[in-house]
């Protein structure tokens, strides 16, 4: 699923952007489904994003990202919201080990339930709406093929099935960063966050608080960090 590579790239500039939809029965999130022909993540699902592109507006890094998924948001899947609308919610950096590295900006949105999603049918061939607790146990099935960020943002979304009074919350906390440092072990791959006892030395056998991403033949499951650790 990953692209590994011996030498490190320049991570360029990217941004996602995440709508929610609270329907009658559950808050909703959109993924897409990326051609199984494409080169990069082939059929992979995933939230609407892309590259930011040199001529997306705005003063700073932050500002081109939140253009740049908006536009990515139109061109993928049909949905037009100001850039103004979309409030930043993550910053992640694609490990050095993968080949084509990403410095990756995720927006948070939410839009009417009835809004329409329409998608290219080319780079993009399908879209879903997924209860976030509902896409976690699809992939953990073997189901639903997304990346790490994909999976741990949908961990953190899972906080809007317990009460709607949590999107206040969650859409005003700052951004989290994660920038991933990644060891091999056995057929796993471990994704070490900051806060993980181990994430400066890559020391497995250190004892202490875990917050990391483990996967193995295309799954991947989030151990988030405990509170107070």
Not at 89 to 109: G, N
Not at 166 to 182: D, G, I, K
Request: net charge negative; glycine share 6%.
């Amino acid at each position: 699923m990953l692209e590994l590579s011996d030498t490190v790239s320049e991570a360029r500039p990217a941004a996602t952007a995440i709508l929610v939809r609270f329907t009658d029965q559950s808050p909703e999130v959109l993924l897409l489904k990326r051609n199984e022909a494409l080169k990069h993540m082939p059929g992979l699902w995933v939230f609407p994003g892309g590259k930011v592109e040199p001529d997306d507006p705005g003063e700073d890094a932050l500002e081109q990202a939140r253009h740049g998924a908006a536009r990515e948001l139109q061109e993928e899947a049909g949905v037009s919201l100001s850039p103004a609308a979309l409030t930043p919610f993550s910053h992640w950096l694609t490990p050095v080990v993968v080949k084509r590295r990403f410095s990756t900006w995720f927006f948070l949105a939410e839009v009417d339930d009835d809004t329409p999603v329409t998608v290219d049918g080319s780079e993009i061939t399908a879209h879903q709406w997924w209860c976030p607790s509902e896409a976690l146990a699809a992939h953990h099935n073997g189901d639903l093929p997304l990346t790490p960020p994909t999976l741990v943002s949908l961990h953190a979304l899972q906080c809007l099935e317990a009460s709607r009074d949590s999107w206040a919350a969650l859409a005003s906390r700052p951004p989290v960063h994660f920038f991933p440092n990644v060891v091999r072990e056995a057929e796993a791959m471990i994704f070490l966050y900051e806060g993980d006892a181990c994430y400066e030395s890559g020391d497995l056998t250190l004892q202490g608080p875990a917050h990391r991403t483990v996967g193995k033949e295309g799954r991947f499951y989030y151990e988030p960090l405990s509170e107070g650790a």
